[in-house]
Nanobody, 123 residues
């Protein structure tokens, strides 16, 4: 059974940092692109970062470029999202999922969603 378990969310002040983890099981992580997504109340789920399986290259949504970094460790097997310079608009539930392509980071192209982890950026 394919599962993802996200962790590492919490409450952080604007300008702060968090590192999210996405622990995968039930399949070979290295065969898939892995994306991080977020969904704020009343909004659609949007892709924020993705790491390809073939060469480890990455893709980011424009609003997080330069602030977020995605990385994968196929041996763990876990995918991380380092989030720096957090803003209130980053507040959302963050999810990871697997797909084939990283461009675009389009939620309907991904599957096997985890339960998510809440990130709240507030003073």
């Amino acid at each position: 059974q394919v599962t993802f378990v996200e962790s590492g969310g919490g409450l952080v002040q604007p300008g702060g940092s968090l590192t999210l983890s996405c622990a995968a099981s039930g399949f070979t992580l290295g065969y898939y692109a892995i994306g991080w997504f977020r969904q704020a109340p009343g909004k659609e789920r949007e892709g924020v970062a993705c790491v390809k399986n073939s060469d480890g290259s990455t893709n980011y949504e424009d609003s997080v470029k330069g602030r977020f970094t995605i990385a994968r460790d196929n041996d763990k097997p876990t995918v991380y999202l380092q989030m720096n310079s957090l803003k209130p608009e980053d507040t959302a539930v963050y999810y990871c999922a697997r797909g084939i392509y990283c461009s675009p980071i389009y939620a309907p192209d991904f599957g096997s969603w985890g339960q998510g982890t809440q990130v709240t950026v507030s003073s």
